[in-house]
């Protein structure tokens, strides 16, 4: 048997967070419904959804205790090229159609954009470096996004950061320590939401550095969590977390965000992910909660050439608010609708395929090592 067959038996025979699921996918429709809005209402106190952005933020928080309960007591056994290989086979297929969709989308929107000011080897560059997340932040007409693609793969291109210090650093450190960075992160967090007044960036280029902060403290916490073992067992189930979630997005934009949005990613996504871990999830609502953690990061990497459409069409069509409505609530369904196929008819199969050339190696390396004297 192979040091990776191993791993999958042991992660398969570990609890499964079904509720934390299901709140990952309610970020994830929140963060889809902000994108549109913001479209619409670029005034943010009229945006009854003006802090749908933090879904990100929550969306590290998890990441960082998903990654510490799958990881912490394997990675050692598996390695880290398996763990990166892992990895790269659970995100980067969606990276990849992402940025196809949106190559498309910036081609061919029908509703404007001008791709003809780029040459065709700029275009090239820029497409590569989306696949590959690179940072690019050269597209004036998209507000110098670091993806011009595919905007929401900056957050990618963190995440993966977050992945490689967790498999060098991270996952040897102690609990203590974990402590101690995790406060000079909270620290850092408070200091950009003081100095700019909302933690909305990261997702350009003049903002760069806040992507790096936010993902610092959220992926530490979520990781401090697990590692502290806070889950505080709860009757509350899916639907009632999923409106304590729903609260931090739609609660009121005010001069006060430069420490209402602190507060809300240093303490309350936290304690919210411990809930989760401890509440019980009524037989009914497992479907629910099943397909909406799948869809959602299908959803959330595959829905911005439609928003950069619906952009277009805005400025040149200017909706009113019934049309908004329509518009917004039909988008909606077709983006979740497209993210499943996208997931079914792509992401699911192959991953699977990766995943067996990926063990197939495995297997054929252990047996050249068993033959040469050379176990691992």
Not at 261 to 266: E, S, T, Y
Request: hydrophobic share 50%; glycine share 8%.
């Amino acid at each position: 048997m192979t040091v990776h067959t191993t791993t999958q038996n042991t992660l398969q025979s570990k609890k499964h967070f079904e509720i934390l699921d299901g709140l990952r996918g309610v970020a994830a429709i929140a963060i889809v419904l902000f994108h549109f809005m913001e479209v619409a209402y670029s005034d943010f106190s009229q945006n009854f959804i003006a802090h749908g952005f933090l879904a990100v933020d929550f969306f590290f928080c998890l990441s960082g205790f998903v990654i510490g309960y799958a990881y912490d007591d394997r990675i050692g056994k598996m390695g880290l090229t398996a763990f990166f290989k892992t990895r790269l086979i659970r995100l980067h297929p969606l990276v990849i159609l992402g940025s196809v969709l949106g190559l498309l989308a910036f081609l061919y929107d029908p509703f404007g954009g001008h791709p003809e000011l780029y040459s065709t080897g700029k275009i090239v560059i820029i497409f590569f470096s989306s696949i590959l997340l690179i940072p690019y932040p050269v597209v004036d007409e998209r507000f110098f996004n670091l993806f011009a693609l595919n905007a929401p793969s900056w957050s990618l291109f963190w995440e993966y950061m977050a992945n490689l210090v967790y498999a060098f650093i991270l996952c040897r450190t102690g609990r203590n320590i974990i402590f101690l960075l995790t406060a000079i992160a909270a620290v850092a967090v408070f200091t950009v939401g003081y100095q700019k007044g909302s933690l909305l960036g990261g997702w350009d280029g003049s903002s760069f550095w806040d992507g790096f902060i936010r993902i610092s403290y959220s992926f530490l916490a979520g990781l401090l969590v697990y590692r502290s073992n806070w889950i505080i067992k709860n009757k509350l189930g899916f639907s009632g977390l999923a409106i304590l979630l729903l609260l931090a997005f739609i609660m009121p934009h005010s001069e006060w965000n430069w420490l209402t949005q602190p507060l809300v990613v240093l303490f309350y996504f936290p304690l919210l992910i411990s809930l989760g871990a401890g509440a019980a999830l009524s037989e009914g609502l497992k479907k629910i909660c099943l397909f909406s953690g799948q869809i959602s990061y299908p959803l959330y990497m595959t829905h911005y050439a439609v928003i950069w459409m619906f952009f277009n069409y805005y400025t040149t069509h200017k909706p009113g608010p019934a049309q908004l409505f329509w518009i917004i609530s039909g988008g909606i369904i077709l983006l979740i609708t497209f993210a499943y196929l996208a997931m079914i008819l792509y992401d699911i199969p192959v991953r699977n395929y990766l995943t067996r050339k990926f063990k197939k190696g495995q297997i054929t390396l252990a047996a050249y090592e068993k033959n040469n004297n050379n176990p691992r």
